[in-house]
Nanobody, 116 residues
Framework: QVRLVESGGGLVQPGGSLRVSCAAS?????????MGWYRQASGKQRELVAR???????NYGDSVKGRFTISRDNAKNTMYLEMNNLRPEDTAVYYC?????????WGQGTQVTVSS
């Protein structure tokens, strides 16, 4: 029912910035309890990057605190992740996640590569 489409990934140099987006359909913003970003690097487990709930409260993984910022636009049913001071270790597929009606939905992911 809920469809999530990520976009904005690409290649960026170390120290650079990038913003990825997640557009949600099949659900209204008032029904979304929280939205988040997870990432999975090659050969590693998927890990939490950031989450934001309906009140605007945020939670970040330790490795991205102070560098990444999560936000949402309820009118557009879209979530964003602004990534600053990127490091090669940030290279991964970034996945959008939504919790609505107690159910979990995932997007297909967008590749972010940090390299010189």
């Amino acid at each position: 029912q809920v469809r999530l489409v990520e976009s904005g990934g690409g290649l960026v140099q170390p120290g650079g910035s990038l913003r990825v987006s997640c557009a949600a359909s099949g659900v209204i913003s008032s029904s979304i309890n929280s939205m988040g970003w997870y990432r999975q690097a090659s050969g590693k487990q998927r890990e939490l990057v950031a989450r934001i709930n309906s009140s605007g409260n945020t939670n970040y993984g330790d490795s991205v605190k102070g560098r990444f910022t999560i936000s949402r636009d309820n009118a557009k049913n879209t979530m964003y992740l602004e990534m600053n001071n990127l490091r090669p270790e940030d290279t991964a597929v970034y996945y959008c996640n939504v919790i609505a009606w107690g159910l979990i939905s995932w997007g297909q992911g967008t590749q972010v590569t940090v390299s010189s």
